[in-house]
Structures are given as C-alpha cells and as structure tokens.
C-alpha cells in the first residue's frame, strides 16, 4: 500500500484518538504491518508502546502515555466505540488518576488502571488493578476514562497512601471546587483506623489529613 493511501486511512482513527494508532486498528484499516513498519521507518509515525503509533505531525498531549496505555489493553476497538466501563479495557486510576486530574503531588513510577477482571503486563511501566467501578465513579477528561475525584481518593485511602500525599490531593481539589465533600466523607470512615484514628468516621479522617496542610483549615461545609 502507498504511503499517502496508509496514511489517510489511519486519519479515521489518529484524529479522534490524540493522533494515537494501535498495530491492530491500522490492519483493521487496511494498511498491513509492513506498510505500517516503512510509515514508522520513514518517521510518519512514531512508536510510543509496543502496538501503539503517535502520527509525527501530531501534537503531544499530557497525557499520551496514559492514552497509548487505555488504547492498548482493547486495540482493535477504536476510542470511540467503547462505553466509559470498557468490559475488555480499563480506567485510569490511583496515583495516574491525580495527574490526569492535574491534583497533588505524587509522582507515578507506571500508568495505572483499574480492569473489571484480572489481567497481567509484562510492562514495568504499567500496573493493573483489579476492582468494579460504576458510572458515576468515571470521568472522562478529554475522552480518556479516569476514576472520579472521590473514587480516587477513596483508592489512594485503600491503598494506605501517606497521608500528606492524600491530604494534597483533597486540598488542591477543594481549592478547584471540583470535589464533593460529603459523598467522599461518606465512604471514607472505614479507612480511618488505617490513619491512626480509632474511629470509623469519615469526617474525623478527612479532619485528620488535612491537619497538616499548610493551605489552612478545612473549608465549612454542609451536609
């Protein structure tokens, strides 16, 4: 296949998909791996993962390696046709979450999602988790699945994550009045033991993390 042919039939996909292809979406399209193989060569496009392609002319965006990540666990279905809870996909979740919500300061070392059903990667710069998510608990940041602001928190609580790190997390989402308080104080309480507090209320721990936030007090709010 011609070059110019492969490449406006990978347009389908690249310009609703952040420029992004899968290895599977482009035979899907047509252009076979060889073709695909003399696109990358000839710096059309360009590798991000193993099976995932960024079309050269593209924009970066923040999140591309979370992108190529979420494409990659269903490659042959386009971003398009798959419903937020992606039975054979997944969400961004934990600390990949925060970043894609653009709060907190933790630092992640792999691209996390949660998967409805347990599966593996062979990649070190990818972690999967496994846990049920409802609608309500996915947000979609510019297409890409990531777990809601309060269900984040909730799996950073889960996970035991150093409690400056959370508290950051809860102030700088507090500061953007994008978080729902007492939904989040409502689910918080059984993580309380786990933060020192011999208690299971909600309000308690989340008084508790944000102690020691040099952004001020908690805000007032009502239930």
């Known amino acids: 296949m011609e070059q110019g042919?492969?490449?406006?039939a990978l347009g389908e996909y690249t310009s609703q998909q952040w420029g992004l292809v899968t290895a599977a979406q482009a035979v899907r399209a047509g252009v076979d791996r060889v073709t695909l193989a003399r696109l990358a060569d000839a710096g059309h496009l360009q590798p991000v993962r193993r099976g995932v392609y960024a079309l050269d002319?593209?924009?970066?965006?923040?999140?591309?390696?979370?992108?190529?990540?979420w494409l990659s666990l269903n490659p042959t279905v386009p971003s398009w046709e798959r419903p937020k809870l992606d039975p054979g996909g997944g969400v961004v979740s934990h600390t990949s979450a925060t970043i894609a919500h653009g709060v907190g300061d933790l630092v992640a070392d792999a691209v996390e999602l949660t998967t409805p059903r347990r599966r593996t990667s062979r990649d070190p710069a990818v972690r999967l988790r496994v846990g049920q998510l409802t609608e309500d608990e996915v947000v979609l940041?510019?297409?890409?699945?990531?777990?809601?602001?309060?269900?984040?928190?909730?799996?950073l609580l889960d996970r035991r994550t150093d409690a400056s790190h959370v508290a950051q997390v809860v102030r700088d989402s507090i500061d953007e009045h994008r978080l729902d308080l007492p939904a989040l104080t409502s689910r918080m309480g059984p993580h309380a033991r786990a933060y020192g507090l011999k208690t299971r209320d909600g309000n308690r721990l989340l008084d508790h993390l944000l102690a020691d936030?040099?952004?001020?007090?908690?805000?007032?709010?009502?239930a």
């Open 213 to 222: 936030t040099h952004a001020g007090s908690r805000p007032v709010w009502s």
């Open 5 to 8: 042919v492969a490449l406006s």
């Open 57 to 69: 002319a593209a924009p970066e965006p923040r999140l591309r390696e979370q992108q190529a990540v």
């Open 141 to 155: 940041l510019d297409g890409l699945p990531v777990t809601s602001l309060e269900r984040t928190i909730l799996d």
